[in-house]
């Protein structure tokens, strides 16, 4: 018995059980998302955080532990936003095919997406350092993080916050567009890369490469535009 | 496998150091997305592969693994949720409206901007045919 708590001491602490277990529940949930047809409702992601976030409470496992292994898994975020690069090469004739549109829906977006996170969290009386926390949702985490930073707020919230908004971006793309009677997949791809980065763009590869694409591109361009109007919005 | 690994990373570091270097408000992977891109676009152009080539490239096939897998990569970070309990409790339901809210216009305005633009120069250019 106290052999087998030895185990689970050393097993806990060590990066390789939280790594391994992180990769498992992923397909064991993709697994089943394939099985009820990538239906948007029952989203991959969100799934997985709540499955290995009660396993760690279960287990009583603190968030750090669990990050000393899984951080292995979230570094390559950084080497898949240059994998970009591959698909926007491939795809080069309709992307230059849309450039104005995009810049268009760039500007637009992104003014939207800070100036009502900013507004409507006033309105519901949030406090302030959720308000700070908040403004950059739509941003990859990384960048969004730094955002938060540079005005003194909380990054570990801002990365809850953009996660919950690439989430919700995820589930409510498809039937909204649908609804909306949008058909171009270049339009939707767009618009749920640059509202809900890359978990956006993960849903939006799964409907389409080109909408996919269209995510990964708009995600890279809000992270620029973001960073530049944050600050003149929040001061 | 490696090699294509090594280039995404290595574009990365170029794109890090200089972003941090020339303090940019750019970040440093989205440097590396663009470095990346014209190096593959210079080689198209000088014919190492067609456009549509590029895919089954060193630096290709581990892109599109990357990308194919996209999602997992959110979830470290996404677990985080678990240190913010008291906040959730407190301001769960308006943060939720919160972000809702703001999601569906961020995404209406974007996608009626988009396709109000594309058919504005449609209409445009086919004027100009006609």
């Known amino acids: 018995m106290a052999e087998r708590f030895d185990l689970w001491?050393?097993?806990s602490a060590s990066p390789l059980l939280w790594l391994t277990l992180t990769l498992a529940v992923w397909l064991l949930v993709d697994a089943i998302v394939q099985a009820v047809g990538r239906n948007p409702l029952a989203n991959p992601v969100l799934i997985s955080i709540l499955l290995v976030a009660a396993l760690l409470v279960a287990t009583g496992t603190p968030y750090a532990t669990y990050f000393a292994g899984a951080q292995f898994i979230h570094f390559l975020l950084g080497p898949a936003t240059v994998a970009l690069a591959v698909p926007l090469v491939r795809h080069?004739?309709?992307v230059r095919e849309n450039l104005l549109p995009m810049l268009?829906?760039?500007?637009?977006?992104?003014v939207v997406a800070v100036g009502s996170a900013v507004g409507l969290a006033v309105l519901?009386?949030?406090?302030?350092?959720v308000v700070t926390a908040i403004a950059p949702k739509s941003v990859t985490a990384g960048v969004a993080m730094a955002i938060t930073s540079s005005f003194g707020g909380d990054?570990?919230?801002?990365?809850?916050?953009v996660i919950s908004t690439g989430v919700i971006?995820?589930?409510?793309?498809t039937p909204l567009m649908n609804a909306m009677g949008i058909r171009d997949y270049t339009a939707?791809?767009?618009a749920v890369g640059l509202a809900s980065h890359g978990i956006g763009t993960a849903r939006a590869f799964t409907v389409d490469p080109v909408a996919g694409l269209f995510a990964g591109i708009a995600m890279g361009l809000n992270a620029v535009v973001t960073a530049l109007i944050v600050p003149l919005l929040l001061r | 496998m490696i090699r294509g690994l090594t280039i995404l990373l290595g574009f990365q570091l170029l794109g890090e150091v200089l972003a941090r270097g020339l303090g940019l408000a750019v970040p440093g992977p989205v440097l590396g997305l663009l470095g990346l891109a014209a190096a593959l676009m210079l080689a198209a152009r000088q014919g190492v592969f067609g456009l549509a080539g590029v895919e089954a490239t060193d630096v290709g096939k581990a892109a599109v693994t990357l990308l194919g897998v996209l999602g997992v990569l959110f979830v470290p970070a996404g677990v985080g949720i678990m240190q913010q309990y008291g906040l959730l409790l407190e301001h769960g339901v308006a943060l939720l409206a919160v972000l809702v809210l703001s999601t569906v216009v961020t995404l209406v305005a974007t996608v009626w901007t988009?396709?109000?633009?594309?058919?504005?120069?449609a209409r445009r250019s086919g004027g100009r045919d006609g």
């Open chain 1, 9 to 11: 001491v050393y097993l």
């Open chain 1, 92 to 94: 080069w004739p309709i």
């Open chain 1, 104 to 110: 268009a829906a760039l500007g637009v977006g992104s």
């Open chain 1, 124 to 129: 519901f009386g949030l406090p302030e350092g």
């Open chain 1, 155 to 161: 990054p570990a919230l801002t990365a809850v916050l």
């Open chain 1, 169 to 173: 971006g995820a589930v409510i793309v």
């Open chain 1, 188 to 190: 939707r791809g767009f």
């Open chain 2, 114 to 121: 988009f396709v109000g633009v594309k058919r504005l120069l």
